[in-house]
């Protein structure tokens, strides 16, 4: 059965998001922040900053504005880098339906607020039993592009609107799985990306295999650690939105998060990391919020610390590793 879809977002897991559901027959209006990077994708349909290999289906109307956004949608794909969820939304709210249900493929924490993406959908748009679905897992989008194969979990407690998604975006080489646990899907997809500048930082810093196995290891105990404390099943972390997409991120060459980690630990300073960074650094906000969140909820997160201390505070990043290592000796199961 063939819906129409409002994907809100045009970067690269958004574009490739419209490309998937218009491949499976839906009708897809993709929405761009910017007049004029939607009147370029309409016209060259290419999105030449993020898939400039995939062009979009005819199925895909590009869009921009306010008027007819949602007209006869099914159902809403938010696709907005969390920093700017909410004055997106704030733009948006007076015309989209109250009884439309969205699902949310952003990944982050909102700094000051520390809500996730799809508390911040909720807050903003003023209603609280609105349907709302997560979507999360190793999912760099050139690679989708590519159609090489790709697997995810899509989380909502409304079991059917689960499905539902499920069953529009699923392909030949995008296999989704659902899940009930929103909190623990939601908040893997945000802290992985912490993790993921660590992980970058000792690629720079030459810092070795047996370095970056530990890191990842440790990293997905604090992960789970915050999670649980949060309220998400511990599970979770074990699945394709917490080990599965921490893997894919620590690792990827193209990988935002690791990219710019790589580029701190050559001794790039900040500003430099992010000027060479193609789109939003998700995980550089993020660190702010998982310190604060951490702190709130008493969880001990040394590595987020570091990530902290480094990236924000300018620590030294070799006096950083120094210091994680010579911690006082715990057991590993605490």
Not at 48 to 55: G, M
Not at 124 to 151: K, Q
Not at 156 to 185: H, K, M, P, W
Not at 218 to 238: D, H
Request: net charge negative; charged share 20%.
């Amino acid at each position: 059965m063939s819906h129409r879809v409002t994907v809100i977002g045009d970067g690269g897991m958004g574009t490739i998001c419209a490309i998937m559901l218009a491949e499976n027959g839906h009708a897809v209006r993709l929405w761009s922040a910017f007049e004029e990077q939607a009147e370029f994708l309409r016209e060259h349909r290419v999105n030449k900053k993020f898939l400039p290999e995939k062009p979009l289906p005819d199925g895909i109307e590009v869009i921009s504005g306010r008027e007819g956004v949602f007209d006869d949608t099914a159902w809403i794909l938010s696709a907005v880098p969390t920093q700017f969820v909410r004055t997106v939304w704030e733009g948006l709210k007076d015309v989209c339906p109250a009884d439309t249900p969205i699902c949310s493929v952003t990944k982050g924490i909102e700094n000051d607020t520390l809500l996730r993406p799809s508390e911040i959908l909720l807050e903003v748009l003023g209603n609280p039993d609105r349907t709302i679905a997560v979507l999360s897992g190793p999912s760099i989008a050139p690679e989708i592009a590519r159609e090489l194969p790709a697997t995810v979990t899509v989380a909502c407690s409304e079991a059917s609107f689960a499905r539902q998604v499920q069953e529009c975006i699923s392909t030949r080489y995008f296999r989704v799985y659902t899940n009930l646990d929103v909190v623990g899907v939601e908040l893997a997809g945000a802290t992985k990306n912490v993790i993921a500048i660590a992980a970058g930082a000792l690629d720079g810093m030459g810092a070795g295999v047996n370095a970056k196995a530990a890191l990842l290891t440790r990293g997905l105990v604090e992960i789970s650690r915050l999670g649980v404390a949060a309220g998400a099943k511990p599970e979770t972390f074990a699945g394709l939105s917490g080990l599965g997409d921490l893997v894919t991120t620590c690792f990827s060459p193209v990988g935002r998060n690791r990219c710019f980690g790589e580029a701190i630990g050559t001794g790039k300073s900040v500003e430099e990391a992010l000027a060479e960074a193609q789109g939003v650094v998700e995980g550089v906000a993020t660190t702010r919020s998982m310190v604060a969140l951490a702190k709130k909820l008493g969880v001990e997160m040394p590595l987020t610390q570091a990530v902290y201390d480094v990236v924000v505070e300018g620590k030294d990043r070799q006096e950083t590793i120094t210091d994680l290592m010579t911690r006082p000796l715990r057991s590993e199961m605490e």
